[in-house]
């Protein structure tokens, strides 16, 4: 019998029984802070409501939509497709294979979109890439997209473009027909209205 | 940092190129532990050669401490590993019908492949008979698909199905591992006194 396989068994053995008294260590892979605050910082994780919309539109295979809100409140309203994740399930293992999908491109949003930022640093922290936060949330879906508002006369040509795209993207998720765009205009004509026009444009 | 693929240090677009360098490895381990040869395998269910049990079970043994380690260290994250779902009932008869094979065919899949490397006629009469048997299992698929997919127990390991830790399952396997490569040699030795066409050594 060689020797060799004497030291080997021994080896094994050592190897095998080390395992046991290996001290406690933590390899858990969180974001570098200095690299999360860069990223914290930089407006590159906002997408326009425009651009959500488009992607819903286009059905856009990387699009993936998650709202953070609690479970009732998407019961209520939420957008197409979207997955329901609360903002405190968020670090649990059921919710966090939905995340970090090779080749999707996840998006939070929430009523505004201060719960949606909270679940990207969340999920920033976890490791995940590739997530976005809607801009604005759903109240600025609403003035954006469900109700636009009509450019003034004097408005760029691009304000109309995007004015004229919004329309369509309304009728495309209410199912409205065409004649409500004259009513939109009858109601761009009342002065309240040009009101709330100037709080959309800051809001979001 | 482990696995590369996955955590995205590089890409899949690697897949096939390490697939390569993997198979090439595989095939000159399995050549150089004498596995091109049938009479060598099937010693296995004979008695009189126990090789194909002892390189195999090294190979897990080694890899089992191997991830452990690597694991503890962080080079590789095991929870991102691929873990085969387990079909327990569809397993265990695939394993009998795999090793009928085995003993009839003197090869596995993996292992008639370097022996047409060093041009074995029978190895070749195997391959042929391996190929019409994908076919025909690809054929009459459908009439058995239930029973492929049932008691899928999901991505589940024995230490998890065991509910013991990693490291006792490993520890249990080694010392399993360690008596089988003794016994087997002391069982070699007992049948070989009373065999002698072929030295193995």
């Given at each position: 019998m060689n020797k060799n396989y004497i030291y080997l068994t021994l080896l094994m053995l050592i190897l095998s029984g080390g395992l046991f008294f290996l001290p406690d260590r933590d390899n858990t892979k969180y974001s570098n802070p200095e690299d999360l605050m860069w990223s914290i910082v930089q407006p590159t994780r906002f997408v326009s409501t425009d651009a959500i919309a488009k992607m819903i539109i286009e059905n856009d295979p990387t699009l993936e939509l998650i709202d953070v809100r609690a479970a009732d409140e998407y019961g209520g309203f939420s957008l197409q497709n979207a997955l329901n994740m609360p903002l405190d399930s968020i670090v649990s293992d059921n919710y966090q294979?939905?995340?970090?999908?090779?080749g999707m491109n996840t998006v939070f949003f929430s009523n505004d979109d201060i719960k949606a930022d909270q679940a990207w640093v969340i999920a920033k922290r976890l490791g995940f890439d590739n997530v976005y936060v809607m801009k604005g949330g759903l109240n600025c879906w609403m003035s954006t997209i469900i109700k636009p508002l009509e450019p003034e006369e004097t408005a760029s040509s691009e304000a109309f473009e995007l004015y004229s795209f919004r329309k369509g993207a309304s009728i495309y998720f209410t199912?409205?027909?065409?004649e409500s765009s004259s009513e939109s205009k009858k109601t761009t004509l009342n002065i309240t209205r040009k009101k709330k026009q100037s709080v959309a444009e800051g809001g979001c | 940092m482990g696995p590369l693929i996955p955590q995205g240090?590089?890409?899949?677009?690697?897949d096939f190129v390490i697939a390569l360098l993997l198979g090439i490895a595989f095939g000159f381990i399995l050549e150089a532990s004498g596995f091109s040869s049938s009479r060598n395998i099937t010693g296995a269910f004979y008695g009189y050669n126990f090789v194909v049990l002892r390189v195999f079970f090294t190979a897990v043994l080694v890899a089992m401490i191997g991830l452990l380690y690597f694991d503890y260290m962080g080079?590789?994250?095991?929870?991102?590993l691929y873990i085969l779902p387990t079909y327990l009932t569809p397993m265990i008869l695939g394993s009998i019908i795999m090793g009928f094979g085995f003993v009839l065919g003197g090869f596995c899949p993996g292992t008639s492949y370097t022996a047409i490397a060093i041009g074995k006629i029978d190895a070749m009469v195997f391959t042929g008979g391996l190929f019409l048997g994908i076919f025909m299992f690809s054929e009459t698929f459908p009439f058995f698909s239930d029973f492929y997919y049932s008691?899928?127990?999901?991505?589940?390991t024995i230490s998890e199905m065991l509910g013991v830790s990693n490291e006792v399952f490993t520890f249990i396997l080694v010392v399993v591992g360690l008596a089988a490569f003794w016994g087997t040699w002391i069982i070699e030795k007992r049948v070989r006194k009373n065999i002698n066409p072929y030295k193995f050594d």
């Open positions: 294979e939905y995340l970090g999908i090779d199912g409205n027909n065409i | 240090i590089i890409t899949g677009d690697w080079w590789i994250a095991m929870d991102m008691e899928n127990m999901g991505n589940i």
